[in-house]
């Protein structure tokens, strides 16, 4: 069994454990400052090893309160219901644009509030003239069905109606709520083609469309699929673009469909400033399973999502870790949507402290306080990399991601 690493601390750096480098270094003479894996990018680890910024007290403060935008009523009762008085940055610059009508194009980094940012103008738009169709594609079904119960919160007694339409899930059930003629679909590509191809989702019906999470959406080959959707769609309408990176084919899309936007932007650099980033040597195939064990033992890691490669990778480590009494779960793409669902809710209720997850997580879910991030394995791209450690160290708070390699 090897040695228990040393405790971690997000303070002063402390002597670090056998598991932790210094930063990348030789391993027997080979040059290890990369990593190859079959069709993936080459990723230098040293990418992986960065101290978190010094955790400052003080909050961005908005000139304006949630009050200043001057929503309706009903709007206002609803935010002070969920306590929501200032603004994120995203929220504070881009509602604005978006209740004048304009097209906009918003970049920020993972839970910073982007959702409201385009869900309460368009909940106020649609409350004041019952005409007005919005969809919402986002790329996950988790994600669909987060800015769903968002939507719901927001919209509270506005006699709004909404549908979502994601794979993993009853269709049928989707298509009756599809023919109560609701204001908002929210869906994920995939089966809004369906849908669409079956005659019960009209794109024509829509004079504004939110693409959230977009980056993504094309990382994983839907670029045909929105643009089908958006081609489709009346010239005439409010287009929304919300982005954690602004690549070149987004920049395609949105010089062909989006009409004198407005770009937001209120990154803050490639990486949370927020999270240290630190890399485990594995010492063989053998201790690897002990090297993971042994960390989680520590008291430290309270809240911790650990990614792996393939599905079949999560299900058996999943299983190990129970064997070992971790108390852990698991969700990927072969899972049925209530058992992710039911998964999701046992970690967000800390009923259970440990998610195993394939990279369909990786992106857009808000789960409070994931103290840590640990890649089981080098995720293919730098991209994902990003993306998987942005479920910690979100808002305010610090987390730390470790990488083993």
């Known amino acids: 069994m090897p040695a228990k690493p040393a405790r971690r601390s997000f303070g002063p750096s402390k002597s670090r454990g056998n598991y932790f480098s210094n930063g990348p270094r030789s391993n ?63 929220q504070d610059q881009a509602i604005p644009y978006v209740k004048e009508g304009r097209d906009l194009i918003g970049l920020a980094n993972t839970g910073t509030g982007k959702t409201a940012a385009f869900l309460l103008p368009l909940i106020e738009k649609s409350f004041k003239n019952k005409n007005e169709k919005v969809l919402i594609i986002a790329p996950t079904r988790e994600l669909a069905l987060q800015i769903e119960e968002e939507f719901r919160d927001f919209s509270w007694s506005m006699r709004l109606f909404s549908a979502t339409c994601v794979g993993g899930m009853p269709i049928f059930k989707q298509i009756q709520n599809l023919r109560r003629i609701p204001n908002f679909i929210i869906g994920t590509p995939g089966r809004l083609k369906d849908l669409n191809e079956k005659g019960f989702i009209d794109y024509s019906q829509f004079n504004n469309i939110v693409l959230d999470e977009v980056d993504r959406m094309l990382d994983m080959g839907f670029v045909d699929e929105i643009k089908d959707i958006l081609s489709k769609i009346p010239a005439e309408r409010q287009t929304l673009f919300f982005s954690a990176t602004l690549p070149p084919k987004i920049k395609e899309l949105t010089s062909r469909f989006l009409t004198n936007p407005v770009i937001v932007e209120v990154k803050s650099g490639e990486t949370a400033e927020n999270v240290e980033q630190d890399i485990i040597r594995v010492r063989s195939k053998e201790t690897k399973f002990n090297q993971l064990t042994d960390l989680l033992k520590e008291p430290e890691f309270k809240k911790v999502l650990i990614f792996s490669e393939t599905k079949s990778e999560v299900d058996k480590l999943t299983s190990n870790l129970k064997h070992e009494g971790f108390r852990a779960d698991c969700i990927h793409g072969d899972k049925r949507q209530r058992e992710r669902a039911r998964s999701l809710t046992l970690f967000k209720a800390n009923n259970v402290s440990i998610l195993v997850a394939t990279d369909v997580a990786a992106r857009g879910l808000d789960i409070k306080d994931i103290t840590h991030v640990i890649n089981y394995t080098v995720p293919q791209t730098y991209t994902d990399y990003i993306h998987r450690i942005g479920r910690t160290g979100r808002g305010n708070s610090q987390g730390m991601a470790l990488t083993f390699v």
């Open 28 to 90: 027997g003479g080979r040059s290890n400052n990369s990593k190859k894996r079959g069709f993936s990018e080459s990723i230098d680890i040293s990418k992986f090893v960065r101290k978190a910024a010094p955790k400052v007290e003080t909050e961005y403060k908005s000139e304006r309160t949630f009050a200043d935008f001057g929503f309706c009523t009903e709007i206002g009762k609803n935010l002070a219901h969920k306590n929501f008085v200032n603004p994120t940055p995203i």
